[in-house]
């Protein structure tokens, strides 16, 4: 995962609508990959926070991917790289969750729903593996990032089983698959803070 690759994401979430009266939301521009098909428009409400997300997420990944590779000299700097990974593998996490809840009420679903467990478990995954090719510094470093590990891998594999759940359209079993979100989620706040 390079720089140039977290500039593309803030840009597209950058470009996304916050008008109330756009007609493009961010499930039709980012989601869909067949115009041509008729495809489910969220509600305002909906859309506003899949936008706000988004955005987050897509400036987290920027700060996250910049540089986070190869050898770090200080235990300082690495804690530091530990805590923005935590933060952008959270958004990865609330995303999922939001996706989950609003498709249990009926506002999320088919493809749309689909996409955007996709996307979070890919950026989650992708976010793990740029993390995990930093050289920690010295053991204490290896320590640290085994804790994240322990947050981070169990994080991925629940979004992954998001991703096939809602590919195969199994929807009815997605809350009990994110049952364990919520709590990883402030795992990984903590982890975030106590680093900060």
């Not at 926070?49 to 988004?54: E, G, I, K």
């Given at each position: 995962?390079?720089?140039?690759?977290?500039?593309?994401?803030?840009?597209?979430?950058?470009?996304?609508?916050?008008?109330?009266?756009?007609?493009?939301?961010?499930?039709?521009?980012?989601?869909?990959?067949?115009?041509?098909?008729?495809?489910?428009?969220?509600?305002?409400?909906?859309?506003?926070?899949?936008?706000?997300?988004?955005?987050?997420?897509?400036?987290?990944?920027?700060?996250?991917?910049?540089?986070?590779?190869?050898?770090?000299?200080?235990?300082?700097?690495?804690?530091?790289?530990?805590?923005?990974?935590?933060?952008?593998?959270?958004?990865?996490?609330?995303?999922?969750?939001?996706?989950?809840?609003?498709?249990?009420?009926?506002?999320?679903?088919?493809?749309?729903?689909?996409?955007?467990?996709?996307?979070?478990?890919?950026?989650?995954?992708?976010?793990?593996?740029?993390?995990?090719?930093?050289?920690?510094?010295?053991?204490?470093?290896?320590?640290?990032?085994?804790?994240?590990?322990?947050?981070?891998?169990?994080?991925?594999?629940?979004?992954?089983?998001?991703?096939?759940?809602?590919?195969?359209?199994?929807?009815?079993?997605?809350?009990?698959?994110?049952?364990?979100?919520?709590?990883?989620?402030?795992?990984?706040?903590q982890f975030q803070k106590a680093r900060q």
């Amino acid at each position: 995962m390079t720089v140039e690759w977290g500039v593309i994401a803030v840009d597209q979430a950058l470009q996304l609508p916050f008008s109330p009266s756009s007609h493009h939301s961010w499930d039709e521009r980012h989601m869909t990959r067949h115009p041509r098909q008729r495809s489910w428009t969220p509600a305002e409400p909906t859309r506003r926070r899949f936008d706000l997300a988004a955005v987050g997420l897509g400036l987290l990944l920027l700060v996250a991917t910049a540089g986070c590779t190869g050898l770090v000299r200080s235990d300082p700097v690495y804690a530091s790289k530990a805590a923005t990974t935590a933060a952008a593998a959270a958004s990865a996490v609330e995303t999922a969750q939001l996706a989950v809840q609003e498709a249990a009420a009926g506002k999320l679903f088919g493809r749309s729903l689909a996409q955007t467990l996709a996307e979070a478990a890919s950026d989650a995954g992708d976010v793990q593996a740029t993390f995990d090719a930093i050289q920690p510094p010295d053991g204490r470093a290896d320590a640290l990032r085994d804790q994240l590990d322990g947050l981070l891998t169990p994080a991925v594999s629940t979004l992954d089983d998001l991703r096939t759940a809602a590919r195969r359209g199994h929807v009815d079993q997605l809350p009990s698959l994110a049952a364990s979100l919520p709590r990883l989620d402030d795992r990984l706040a903590q982890f975030q803070k106590a680093r900060q």
